[in-house]
């Protein structure tokens, strides 16, 4: 059976609501299936045992089976911009962050996305910039002593209160953590 579980995990802290309110009910109703929420050390998981959904994630959708370094957005959800809107939203409410820069010019405020996958963050940039929202994309190494390895991540970074203001008005989110950064942010003004 645990062949075919379908895993989401997060931050325990920062995400158990979005996974208890948001990301459960969503899988329940678009799948009918149950999923499981657990928790260990600080982390918490949606847990689905289903064959049907985790073919279905990836001869249908495209998703890759195990370590999700080679993501893309799937052509068909491309093609259609609301549902690229909904995929990139739902990309920053798993890997993005809302944060508070502070400069000699004043504080402004920084979305980011970090992934593995450089393909998948140029294609948000190239979204994005359809929305006319700007964007700077960056690599950078860190190494993790956990592991004792070096690990690339690819960044995208959306700077400024114009390029803040259309991302929460054309893409936003539903992570009730997120929406609290972006409250944050809206209070420097």
């Not at 920084?110 to 294609?123: P, Y």
């Amino acid at each position: 059976m645990d062949r075919y579980r379908y895993l989401v995990s997060g931050d325990r802290e920062k995400e158990t609501v979005y996974y208890e309110q948001i990301l459960a009910p969503l899988v329940r109703d678009l799948f009918e299936v149950m999923p499981t929420i657990a928790f260990q050390d600080n982390s918490v998981y949606l847990r689905v045992y289903s064959k049907e959904l985790v073919l279905f994630k990836h001869e249908v959708l495209g998703l890759p089976i195990g370590p999700k370094e080679k993501l893309e957005i799937p052509a068909f959800a491309r093609a259609n911009q609301l549902l690229t809107r909904n995929l990139v939203s739902g990309v920053y409410d798993t890997d993005g962050s809302v944060k508070i820069r502070h400069a000699d010019s004043g504080d402004y405020p920084r979305i980011s996305l970090a992934q593995k996958c450089s393909t998948l963050v140029l294609q948000v940039k190239g979204f994005l910039a359809t929305l006319g929202i700007t964007s700077t994309f960056y690599r950078n190494d860190y190494f993790d002593p956990r592991n004792n390895v070096t690990e690339t991540r690819w960044f995208l970074d959306i700077n400024r209160f114009g390029n803040f203001d259309l991302f929460v008005s054309l893409v936003g989110t539903r992570s009730p953590y997120v929406r609290k950064r972006m409250r944050a942010v809206e209070r420097l003004r």
